[in-house]
Structures are given as structure tokens and as C-alpha cells.
């Protein structure tokens, strides 16, 4: 399986690099399993959804689980990066029970987790996803209002947007952009990589969930954007984007 192949490469980088030992590499393969049928998720507690940024997708796939799920008070969550709780939380029997619960990329580095409760999230189901962020996986959590972009996209994504225009307009190319951004404002990573670190299409779709909540320009997919989505140049994921990765 795709994803079990990836968590392993993950974990002997990690090891490679000095973050884990072998034996915790070990431990941590030894605690997963995989499944392609979600009714072996039936007796969970807390489900989490990581599926691609797409509304229709997710309100699909929560009617799916809130069938599977046994347990009256099992919660489902959601790792989507801009798209409102409430919409999805609608598509089930248990909206008390829908929280979001938004990763930052890559997971295993990045500390901060976003809780963000729809408006029928009850404060049990908001203490219980923040408890198993914070004390199971170590996380730092913040509550973040079911505002498309919640509070890191919100105005992360406006940023990443402007420098696409940039590159658009020839106002300087992409390396030029990220060493300002990096050298000048401190930043780990520059725009146009961490675009293509997101993936392309994930950028587009957050984009267009935002602008559909608040009409703004500024959160309109550039055409460059689109045209290199429509082209399947997504970044690192497919070795093309705003810059070109060797194949692995």
C-alpha cells in the first residue's frame, strides 16, 4: 500500500538523520495497520480525515463513516486545510461529534495543530480532540474560528497567491522571490517552495474555498496557478512546479 511505503521511507529518514533509533523506528511500524475498507473503523473512538481538498469528497466520505461508526460519541475529524466544519459536519447524523482538527505539513516536524469547531461542535468533543492533540501526540494546539483558511491559511495563502502574481508578471523569478523572503523577512522557506511543498492543486483548492467565502481578489487563483494545476505540474510531488525536482 502507497501510504504504508511512504510512512516507512519516512521513518528511516528520520532514523538516517538522527531523530529516531532503530528500535523506536521498530516500535512505531509495529503500532500500524492498514485497511481499505472503513468498516474496520467501526469501533473507533476518533477518526481523522486526510482525504484531497474537496468538499464534495469529504461530505461523501463523513455519510460514509457516520454509518460505519458504532459509538454514539466517536468523532470524526478533519484535516482539511480551508474548507468551513459546519459544511461538513451537515453531512452527518453527529454534528455535535465533527470537529477540525488541520495538521501543518510535514506532520512529524510541525508543532502546531489547528482545532477548529463547527458551529454545532459540542465543548466534549472540542476538549476531547484537544486533549489527544496535545497529550497523546505532543502537539501545541490553537482554536481557530470555522472560518474558510481558518488562521494560518487565512493569511498564509493570500501571501503565497501574491508571489504567483509576481512570477506572472516578471517582476522577478522564483529563486529571486524566495531569497528575499528568506534572507530578507527570516522566513525557513520561500514562498514558491513551500507552494510546491503544498502541492499545487492543494494551494488552488484552498484559494478557491476562500474565495468563495469572501469574494475577495486576492484570494483568486492566479492563471499561472491554474494553468500549471490544469498541466500536472503540482510541485514536488510530481518532480515539476515553479521549480523542477530530480526524480527520487
Not at 455535535?96 to 508543532?111: C, E, K, T, W
Not at 466534549?124 to 505532543?138: I, S
Not at 482554536?143 to 488562521?151: C, E, N
Not at 500536472?232 to 510531488?237: D, E, I
Amino acid at each position: 500500500m502507497e501510504a504504508g511505503r511512504r510512512i516507512e521511507a519516512s521513518l528511516h529518514r528520520a532514523v538516517r538523520r538522527g531523530r529516531l533509533t532503530d528500535t523506536e523506528r521498530d516500535h512505531a511500524l509495529a503500532r500500524l495497520t492498514y485497511t481499505k475498507d472503513l468498516a474496520d473503523l467501526a469501533d473507533r473512538e476518533l477518526v481523522i480525515e486526510a482525504t484531497a481538498e474537496d468538499r464534495e469528497l469529504k461530505r461523501s466520505l463523513f455519510r460514509d463513516m457516520d454509518k460505519v461508526l458504532t459509538g454514539t460519541d466517536a468523532v470524526l475529524a478533519s484535516n482539511t486545510s480551508s474548507i468551513p466544519l459546519t459544511d461538513l459536519a451537515t453531512a452527518t447524523g453527529r454534528p455535535d461529534r465533527v470537529v477540525g482538527l488541520h495538521f501543518f505539513n510535514p506532520v512529524p516536524v510541525q508543532a502546531l495543530v489547528e482545532i477548529i469547531p463547527a458551529l454545532t461542535t459540542s465543548s466534549d468533543t472540542v476538549d476531547r480532540t484537544r486533549r489527544f492533540a496535545v497529550e497523546q501526540l505532543g502537539k501545541t494546539a490553537v482554536q481557530a474560528p470555522d472560518q474558510a483558511g481558518f488562521i494560518v491559511n487565512a493569511l498564509l495563502v493570500p501571501y503565497l497567491l501574491a508571489a504567483v502574481r509576481m512570477v506572472q508578471a516578471g517582476t522577478a523569478t522564483a529563486e529571486d522571490i524566495d531569497k528575499g523572503m528568506e534572507l530578507g523577512c527570516a522566513h525557513p522557506m520561500g514562498p514558491l517552495r513551500l507552494l510546491d511543498l503544498i502541492g499545487l492543486d492543494t494551494a488552488q483548492a484552498i484559494a478557491e474555498s476562500l474565495h468563495q467565502e469572501y469574494a475577495e481578489p486576492l484570494h483568486a487563483p492566479p492563471p499561472l496557478l491554474r494553468r500549471m494545476v490544469a498541466a500536472g505540474h503540482l510541485g514536488r510531488k510530481s518532480g515539476q512546479g515553479l521549480y523542477t525536482y530530480p526524480a527520487s
